[in-house]
């Protein structure tokens, strides 16, 4: 298979069409090679329009996923990167979006919960030379402070439930991107803390995976 060709028809067929103009995103992802971030069984279908899945529970269902290249584009155009900007990537799976987050910023801390994704992601960044990528490992609502502040928090899937902890993570000036609710009625969302205090906006409508850890919190009626 011709990923090269592949990786074009993706950038022009589902990215660039859906508003994506960004040149700094665009060209990311052209040099990503997004199959090798993907289970072998799934290289043939790393470029279609679709979420693959990166790994699965004890019962054998995929749990983790690849967010499809549309929506995910149009995050990483939302958050409007720089090159001096530090990143921490919350649920970075088998670390593509890391290595797209580390062409389009200064320096990325990729948070996972998953030990071996988390030792997949690092073997995979390593080997393709993608240094300024750091994966830590832990509890992915906490976010990670040992590196915080941060100038761009990027949440890889999404949430029911935005943990206030991450807000607190949040240079002055900086922005968190996240995907907010399930399904079709989910919509992106831009963070942005001025002064200590975080205000919001809208960004687009679409349908991402929940990431796991970050479902509502049940409510007990009594």
Known sequence: MDYEAAREKMVD???????VTSHPVLRAFLEVAREDFVPEKFKPLAYIDDDIPVSTDQD????????????LAKLLQLADMTPDDVVLEIGCGTGYVSALLSLLASSVVALESDEDLA???TETLSRLG???VAVVTGDLRKGYEPEAPYDVIFIGGAVEELPTALFDQLRDG?????VEGHGNASRAK????DDGHTSSRRGFNTSVKLLNGFERSEEFVF
């Open 60 to 71: 054998g269902r995929a749990s983790r996923y690849l967010m499809e290249p549309s929506p």
């Open 130 to 132: 993608y240094d300024s």
């Open 13 to 19: 067929n589902q990215i660039r069409t859906t508003d």
């Open 174 to 178: 900086g922005r968190l991107v996240v």
């Open 190 to 193: 831009l963070y942005v803390k």
């Open 119 to 121: 030792a997949e992601a």
